[in-house]
């Protein structure tokens, strides 16, 4: 059985920062891609960041330079580090995982939820002034 827990989510002020897990079980995450995904209520859910096997990342334009994806293979952990969060960052973040054999190059399809094969539950994070 494969697995994948978010934490970290927490309620934050305007410009504070968070960093998010994703902690994978049942399998070696070494091999996989790694996505962020987060939706806002009433709200579409939006990809953040993808990650691939070599540490080659894309991230959507609102988060660029205020957002990290990376992992720690040896923990078998995903990561999002968040700074300067913005009112407009609230909403619950979700990690994905997709294998992959080799290392392609990360296709723009990565930030269509449908290219994912797994999901975790979810962890809320909230901004507030």
């Known amino acids: 059985q494969l697995k994948l827990v978010e934490s970290g989510g927490a309620l934050v002020q305007r410009g504070g920062s968070l960093r998010l897990s994703c902690v994978a079980s049942g399998f070696t995450l070494d091999n996989y891609a790694i996505g962020w995904f987060r939706q806002a209520p009433g709200k579409e859910r939006e990809a953040i960041s993808c990650l691939n096997v070599d540490s080659d990342t894309k991230y959507r334009d609102s988060v660029k330079g205020r957002f990290t994806i990376f992992r720690d293979n040896a923990k078998n952990t995903a990561y999002l580090q968040m700074n300067s969060l913005k009112f407009g960052d609230t909403g619950t973040y979700f990690c994905?995982?997709?294998?992959?054999?080799?290392?392609?190059?990360?296709?723009?399809?990565?930030?269509?939820?449908?290219?994912?094969?797994?999901w975790g539950q979810g962890t809320q994070v909230t901004v507030s002034a």
């Open positions: 994905a995982v997709r294998m992959l054999i080799g290392v392609p190059p990360l296709p723009d399809m990565c930030f269509d939820e449908g290219w994912w094969h797994y």
